[in-house]
Structure formats: C-alpha cells, structure tokens
C-alpha cells in the first residue's frame, strides 16, 4: 500500500498555487504539494487523444479541439488553468501523454532512465513542478532514506573500469553521464506516493538551493494505461 504522501517531514502541504510557489524549502522539507480534490473527467481526455509517440507533447490547442462531456469539459479547464498559472510564474510547463519512457539498458549495473530514483540538477534557481493527471504516479524518498549509487563500492568499481581514465577526472566523468544524480533506496526505505491531482514542487540540485534535491522516480505505467501528466 503507498504510502500516506502528506504524512512526512519531507513534505509540505498547501491549499493555493501562490502558497505552492512562495513557500520555502527548509530542513528536510524539499517537497511541497498543493493538495487537491479535482473535479472532471481526466479519463475521457486520455481517451481522445492521439498518442503520436511513447511520450507525446499535448498542446493547449490539442485540448481544445476536443469535443468532450461536462466533466471532460471541467477536466480540461484544470489542465489549463494549471498550464497558464505555471507560465504566469515563468516556467514552461509541458502536458505530455505517455506510454512509457525510453529505458536506459547500457550498462546492467547501472540504470539512469527516470524509473531510477534520481534528482534533478540545473545551473539556476529553478524547481521541478509536476502533476499527474491520470494513471500511475510518481514517488519521492527522504534523502536519509537512500545513498548515492556512486558511493556503493562495487558499483564503484565497475564505474572506474568504464571509465579508464586518470583518476583526477573521474568525478567530471561521474557528473558527464550523469551517474552522481541517481540513487538506491536503502533498506526498509518508505518511498511515497505524489497520488493523482496533486500539484507539486520538487527542489532541484542548483547552487542556491538551501536544501538537498528531492529524490523521485518515475512509476511502471499500469499495463494497457496511459498517463497524463504536466510537468516543467
């Protein structure tokens, strides 16, 4: 059973988009959620439209070009309302509608697709803002709750094999591939579920951030189901 998401230190809980993008991280706290009840049909939206690729970008115009029920109709009105609050603050959010995403089967020690827990990392202030619409959603883990891939020795090791370089380039080499950023649940870890309609934001890894990135990962989408989900 997931998790209880808002029962956590990790997570901060509000009730309006303003409170969402004013409130600050603190201590543990790297997750803010604005907690909703959504009204409408997500599913009807899902339905109708056209899955172009295994990740496929719906643009406002796609939605309003549905022809849909009242509760299809007052589901769209959310997604684009939550579209144009997010652009309002300067950010560029993207609905996408997905079956999967590419997985990374390189290497089989090491996965860095989004089903590995990971951060993300950018050279600005910036926040990772996410909702799922429909289907499966993803999950957080307290950062005490996980450790750095890159500091399991064994993995280790094999990552200096790939490497075979001098050892004072290394650590750019672990940053280029993107390996410091992916993370292994430790034992009895207690991921939690970002549940569906909830609008969250994640602190990213940046030089101004006062707090440790958020840990997530992306969900197995359930068999024959799509998701729909905002994200920027």
């Keep these: 059973m997931d998790r209880i998401f808002f029962d956590n230190s990790q997570i901060g ?18 997750a803010i959620c604005w907690k909703r009840n959504l009204n409408g049909d997500f599913k009807e939206i899902v339905s109708k439209l056209q899955l172009k690729e295994n990740v496929t970008e719906v643009s406002a115009e796609d939605l309003l070009a549905l022809q849909l029920s009242e509760r299809g109709s007052a589901a769209r009105e959310t997604i684009l309302n939550d579209l144009q609050l997010l652009t309002d603050f300067g950010a560029l959010p993207s609905l996408n509608l997905l079956q999967c995403y590419d997985r990374d089967e390189e ?16 050279p600005i202030g910036t926040n990772t803002f996410l909702c799922t619409y429909h289907g499966a959603a993803s999950e957080i883990l307290p950062n005490e709750q996980a450790i750095q891939k890159i500091l399991i020795p064994e993995i280790r090791e094999k990552l200096k094999e790939l490497h075979d370089g001098p050892e004072a380039e290394f650590e750019n080499f672990l940053e280029e591939y993107f390996f410091d950023l992916h993370y292994q649940p430790k034992p009895g870890a207690e991921p939690a579920n970002l549940g569906v309609g909830h609008l969250w934001r994640l602190a990213v890894d940046h030089p101004a951030q006062q707090v440790l990135p958020c840990i997530h990962r992306a969900p197995i989408e359930k068999n024959g189901e799509y998701r729909l989900l905002l994200i920027c």
């Design 13 to 30: 809980v509000v009730s309006t988009f303003s409170e969402l993008v004013n409130t600050d991280f603190y201590g543990a706290m790297n």
């Design 107 to 122: 290497l089989d020690f090491f996965s860095t697709d989004v089903y590995s827990y990971h951060v993300d990392r950018s």
